[in-house]
């Protein structure tokens, strides 16, 4: 089964559409989840919530690709629940994570939409080595500690923040490149 014929069976309004995301994307989501919550409950309280939202938003939405669509509900899923479980007190690995990347990123908001940001990204992303693609999305899009990292890739934890210093200052200068007011 492809991401197409679960979108169709979204579109369709049948139950299986969920089921059927569930059983091929559900532990990669739940991953996602878990490196973010750091709960199992947490998790999949979670995973109940972005397949709710998935059933609310497709459609009108029709994902071209359901991972990535079911992956972003789950990480806004479980900003919304750090928020609210903490509203004084974000979560450290939150904060780290966004004051590591706001030095090359400008708030969406103000330049651009989050889907111009995404194409930049994308592009900027393929340009990269493969192992320096994995760092960087194992670190900024699954939230993996730069020790699950090194041991992800065997790399010393000293290369593995060297390669993300260095890749953040090549996406700054690639934005800038573009255009983008970092």
Request: proline share 3%; aromatic share 10%.
């Amino acid at each position: 089964m492809n991401d197409m014929s679960i979108v169709e069976m979204f579109y369709s309004r049948s139950e299986q559409a969920v089921d059927a995301a569930a059983k091929i994307y559900g532990e990669r989501l739940r991953r996602l989840a878990m490196s973010f919550l750091g709960s199992e409950q947490d998790a999949e309280e979670c995973l109940n919530d972005v397949y709710m939202k998935a059933w609310r938003s497709i459609p009108p939405n029709k994902p071209d690709d359901l991972f990535g669509y079911l992956a972003r509900l789950t990480r806004c899923t479980a900003f919304d629940m750090i928020d609210k479980r903490s509203a004084v007190k974000r979560s450290a690995q939150l904060v780290e994570l966004s004051s590591e990347l706001e030095e090359c990123i400008a708030d969406p908001a103000e330049d651009m939409s989050g889907s111009e940001l995404a194409e930049l990204m994308d592009s900027f992303l393929g340009s990269l080595k493969p192992y320096k693609r994995r760092i960087f999305v194992l670190r900024y899009f699954y939230g993996y500690h730069i020790a699950e990292i090194s041991q992800q890739t065997g790399f010393s934890e000293s290369k593995i923040n060297t390669v993300l210093s260095r890749t953040r200052k090549a996406l700054r200068e690639y934005l800038k490149g573009k255009g983008v007011d970092v």
